[in-house]
């Protein structure tokens, strides 16, 4: 499959390394410094290009969304639509930003914040050294 990260960090560049591994084809967005999402790039091979958010939406058919709390606005501002992606979503509410109401999940809060989008929370309970891993079941 065609998989875009939008942000490559400790969860989603550990998500990009195994996910190339098993032979999907990668795109890297989201950093401050695009130079490390060069240098991811690299490390995992042919299978994986930079891009901006927004070219990482349009390459992937699955979108993982790894971003920390505070700059999920600005993330989405830049990837722009999400409708029809399956969007996997590792964020958890932790620092700055909006929260979710009373009542309101996270993942509720973030699901409304893309609209269309074939939406999941996952991958946000296991701490990043897990998959960093490679962790892999017996058999
Ligand atoms: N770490 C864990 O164990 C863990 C476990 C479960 C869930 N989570 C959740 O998963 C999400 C990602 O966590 P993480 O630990 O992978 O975070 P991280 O290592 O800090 O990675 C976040 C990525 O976002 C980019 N980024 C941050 N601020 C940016 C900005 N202003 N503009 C552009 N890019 C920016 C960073 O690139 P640059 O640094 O190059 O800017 C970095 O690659 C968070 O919501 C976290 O709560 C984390």
Known sequence: MQIGIIGAGRIGGNAARLL?????????SFARDPQGLEQLAQEIGQNASVGTPAEAVAFGEVVVFSVPWSVIP???????????????????????GP????????AQLNAARMPGARYTKSFNTLTAGFPGRDRRPQG
Not at 74 to 96: I, M, P, R, Y
Not at 99 to 106: E, L, S, V, Y
């Open 20 to 28: 190339a591994r098993a032979g999907h084809e990668i795109a890297l």
């Open 74 to 96: 600005l993330a989405l501002e830049q990837a722009g639509s999400l409708a029809g992606k399956v969007v996997v979503d590792t964020t958890n509410q932790f620092g700055s």
């Open 99 to 106: 929260m979710p109401g009373q009542g309101q999940t996270a």
